[in-house]
């Protein structure tokens, strides 16, 4: 199946400072999906963004399917920014295993 | 209804007992995924709904755990003689059709097997 890969693994940034995440992935995609898990366990929708750039507020993310990574880029980050940051990606090819699979992650910790 | 919905948030069980996960997803979509994630660990997917076809049931870890989805909606997830190392919390999405639509997910079951 495909392979998601996530970099950095943790991030440690004062407030104010701007971050860039990073998702890699195997194979041709239908869906990348930027995921915010709270403190409580959450997923929280972050991005849709199979292809292209999006913005929602400090977040952005692009993504540049022909080179199989996407980036989500935190500005100006908040202490309530700090969580573990998923990307999942669903293949194109019906030669992988069709289903939505994730990144391991990156742990953000935003200090006062 | 307005979100995925998964009952129940938490879970207490007994070695040995035999649990039911329940997870009702957004009206009218087609597609539902179990994903299974431990203590600080990622996402493990377990199982895949695709409207009316076959489920992809690659992911799940044993013969012990099983799913079903009735009439294209609720889906339980069963875990039969239920195991510590089965203790997680049990994550459910749903999309709008199986090609890979925007996955929406559910507060999650926390299941603790003591």
């Known amino acids: 199946g495909i392979q998601v890969e996530q970099s950095p693994p943790d991030l440690i940034l004062q407030e104010g400072a701007n971050s860039t995440l990073r998702c890699n992935f195997s194979?041709?995609?239908?869906?990348l999906q930027w995921f915010h898990q709270n403190p409580w366990g959450q997923l929280i929708n972050l991005f849709y963004?199979?292809?292209g750039t999006k913005q929602n507020g400090r977040l952005s993310a692009t993504t540049v399917a022909t080179e199989r990574y996407s980036l989500l880029y935190i500005s100006s980050s908040q202490t309530t920014d700090s969580g573990v940051y998923f990307c999942a990606a669903f293949p194109f090819s019906s030669g992988s295993a069709r289903q939505l699979t994730f990144g391991s992650g990156t742990q953000l910790t935003v200090l006062p | 209804g307005a979100g995925v919905s998964q009952s129940p948030s938490n879970k207490v069980t007994e070695k040995g007992k035999d649990v039911e996960l329940r997870c009702d997803p957004i009206?009218?979509?087609?597609?539902l995924y179990w994903y299974r994630q431990s203590l600080g660990q990622g996402l493990e997917f377990l199982i895949y709904?695709?409207?009316?076809?076959?489920?992809?049931k690659s992911g799940l870890p044993s013969d012990r755990f099983s799913a079903e989805r009735t009439g294209g909606s609720v889906s339980t997830l069963t875990i039969q003689r239920t195991q510590q190392e089965d203790s997680a919390v049990y994550l459910c999405?749903?999309?709008?059709?199986?090609?890979?639509?925007?996955?929406?997910f559910g507060q999650g079951t926390r299941l603790t097997v003591v």
């Open positions: 194979d041709s995609v239908n869906n």
């Open positions: 999405a749903s999309s709008l059709n199986w090609g890979g639509t925007e996955a929406f």
């Open positions: 009206s009218g979509h087609t597609a």
């Open positions: 963004i199979p292809s």
């Open positions: 709904f695709q409207g009316n076809s076959a489920p992809d």
